[in-house]
């Protein structure tokens, strides 16, 4: 079993930052991609962003590409969500996710990760 705990999150202005953190531990850590998916209230969980665990390839949903970067220490098990030029659009509980083994390569799809953390909130006001 792999637990995922995440933390970083918070309230912040518009325009401001925040880093998000996802500590993986429970056994050793031989997934394929780990990914952040958010969900706001009363709408649907959505991807924000993916990486490859041995090559580091990254992916984002258009909605954050540019302004957020994903990335991973793989000495720590931690993945990272860098989150800049933040709008309050992007206010929602994050979560981090793994895979156990490749599937598909739908890193966009929830239904692809075997693993999820609690969530952390994510606050920005205008």
């Known amino acids: 079993q792999v637990q995922l705990v995440e933390s970083g999150g918070g309230l912040v202005q518009a325009g401001g930052s925040l880093r998000l953190s996802c500590a993986a531990s429970g056994r050793t850590f031989t997934n394929y991609y780990m990914g952040w998916f958010r969900q706001a209230p009363g709408k649907e969980r959505e991807f924000v962003a993916a990486?490859?665990?041995?090559?580091?390839?990254?992916y984002y949903a258009d909605s954050v590409k540019g302004r957020f970067t994903i990335s991973r220490d793989t000495a720590r098990n931690t993945v990272y969500l860098q989150m800049n030029s933040l709008k309050p659009e992007d206010t929602a509980a994050y979560y981090c996710a793994a895979q156990k083994s490749y599937r598909s390569g739908r890193y966009w799809d929830q239904n692809e990760y075997d693993y999820w953390g609690q969530g952390t909130q994510v606050t920005v006001s205008s």
């Open positions: 990486i490859t665990w041995i090559v580091g390839s990254t």
